[in-house]
């Protein structure tokens, strides 16, 4: 259970950040944060369960 939190949680913050930085520097392209945060959740996804074997 601790594992699907802390994915969680730096997912959101990555993804706040990506959104903030896809605003402010890439021409109002927020929605880069959506992209940013889809990538780090799927990094944890492979990541926990190669740790499993």
Partial sequence: MGKA????VVTLIV??????IGD???SNFAEFGC?????V????????????K
Avoid at 5 to 8: D, G, T, V
Avoid at 15 to 20: K, L
Wanted: charged share 15%; hydrophobic share 65%.
């Fill in 24 to 26: 402010e520097h890439l």
């Fill in 41 to 52: 959740m799927g990094a944890f996804i492979i990541y926990f369960n190669d740790k499993k």
């Fill in 5 to 8: 939190i802390l994915a969680a």
């Fill in 35 to 39: 992209i940013i945060a889809v990538a």
């Fill in 15 to 20: 993804g706040y950040i990506g959104a903030v």
